[in-house]
């Protein structure tokens, strides 16, 4: 599975952005798929994942904001992000692993894919 995301920008605070990931090679259904993120000086950390059946989950700190979504037939997966913040800018990396669980993991080890990041800032 190959990963490319896209849809990094420039924006106000307060704006909006939608970032994509597209997949290519196997299929898709089965992953878990996930964005993390990671500022300048800090750690990776885990923002949203979708799960193969739908499911959700979210960092703390920006649910209510930030939604994911996956279209299975394009292979892609989105994160809507709105009311962003300044602490929001970051690159953020798509990801992805086969799983046969109920929930998707928020641990960067567990997943095997990872696309190039795109970058996210966002001005005061």
């Known amino acids: 599975v190959q990963l490319q995301a896209s849809g990094g920008g420039l924006v106000q605070s307060g704006g909006s952005l939608r970032l994509s990931c597209a997949a290519s090679g196997r299929t898709f259904s089965n992953y878990a798929l996930a964005w993390f993120r990671q500022a300048p000086g800090k750690e990776r950390e885990f923002v949203a994942a979708i799960n193969w059946d739908g499911n959700t989950d979210y960092l703390v700190s920006v649910k209510g904001r930030f939604t994911i979504s996956r279209d299975n037939p394009k292979k892609t997966v989105y994160l809507q992000m709105s009311s962003l913040k300044p602490e929001d800018t970051a690159r953020y990396y798509c990801?992805?692993?086969?799983?046969?669980?109920?929930?998707?993991?928020?641990?960067?080890?567990?997943?095997?894919?990872w696309g190039q990041g795109t970058l996210v800032t966002v001005s005061s």
């Open positions: 990801a992805a692993y086969y799983n046969f669980k109920t929930i998707a993991s928020v641990s960067p080890g567990e997943y095997d894919y």
